[in-house]
């Protein structure tokens, strides 16, 4: 976990056992509750977004939806002015503290990928998860322009995929979304969801699944997502 996450963390949790968060004014929606910033008003549309794409997503990664928190902040100043990072989700606990002009779907994604297997297996913070977290977050972004926008170093792109299995900098998180945009073209939605569900021990099968899965090896399928992201559309 990074240390940004870990400190976050840490100061959530004394918060609650000081009782900070029980003046957030709350509203129950299905399946998520949501505890807003006192005096910050939410749009009604903001909400039920976020219902919905819950719902969607968990159908399309064939979960139950589990009932969870939704802590909403004004912005990632806000959260940052009481010591949180307010774009952190916690997949034991079914909680989420997210900010206002984030994504819809990202950090909901955590919390069903949780449902299909441990962070043992598929770490949160690691390249697979968060690029399927990308590409489900119900922006509509195409992930390989996106990608590209970044400019990323040659260094940056031939770094193997292996290094990535426990930790992503937020930065890369478009790559990330590339990486699942193009298998999802070239293989079907169906193996990434395979390949996701059998991913062990921090995703250490990696290079023996890609063989099952994808029928090339891991550094093959890295070269091929590479000649994909150069060619024009």
């Given at each position: 976990m990074p240390q940004w996450m870990e400190e976050t963390k840490q100061r959530i949790q004394l918060l609650e056992k000081e009782g900070f968060f029980?003046?957030?004014?709350?509203?129950e929606m299905e399946l998520i509750t949501f505890f807003v910033y006192p005096e910050f008003v939410v749009p009604e549309n903001w909400i039920e977004k976020r219902v919905t794409i819950y719902k969607a997503n968990a159908e399309k990664l064939r979960v139950k939806p589990p009932k969870i928190k939704f802590f909403v902040y004004p912005s990632m100043e806000?959260?940052?002015k009481i010591g949180i990072t307010p774009a952190i989700t916690f997949i034991k606990q079914k909680e989420i503290?997210?900010?206002i002009k984030q994504s819809a779907g990202h950090e909901l994604a955590h919390i069903l990928l949780?449902?299909?297997s441990p962070s043992e297996n598929l770490p949160a913070n690691g390249l697979w998860a968060e690029g399927i977290c990308v590409y489900l977050d119900g922006t509509g972004t195409d992930r390989k322009k996106h990608a590209l926008s970044l400019n990323?170093?040659?260094e940056i792109i031939n770094t193997p995929w292996t290094q990535w299995r426990l930790n992503l900098s937020g930065n890369?998180?478009?790559l990330a979304?590339?990486?699942v945009q193009y298998c999802v073209e070239k293989y079907g939605w169906d193996a990434v969801l395979n390949y996701t569900n059998e991913l062990r021990?921090?995703?250490a099968n990696d290079e023996k699944l890609s063989l099952k899965i994808f029928r090339v090896n891991y550094s093959e399928l890295q070269t091929n997502w590479k000649e994909w992201l150069k060619k024009a559309d």
């Open positions: 029980n003046s957030w004014p709350k509203r806000d959260g940052r503290h997210g900010h949780g449902e299909i990323l170093s040659d890369l998180y478009p979304g590339s990486i021990d921090s995703g």
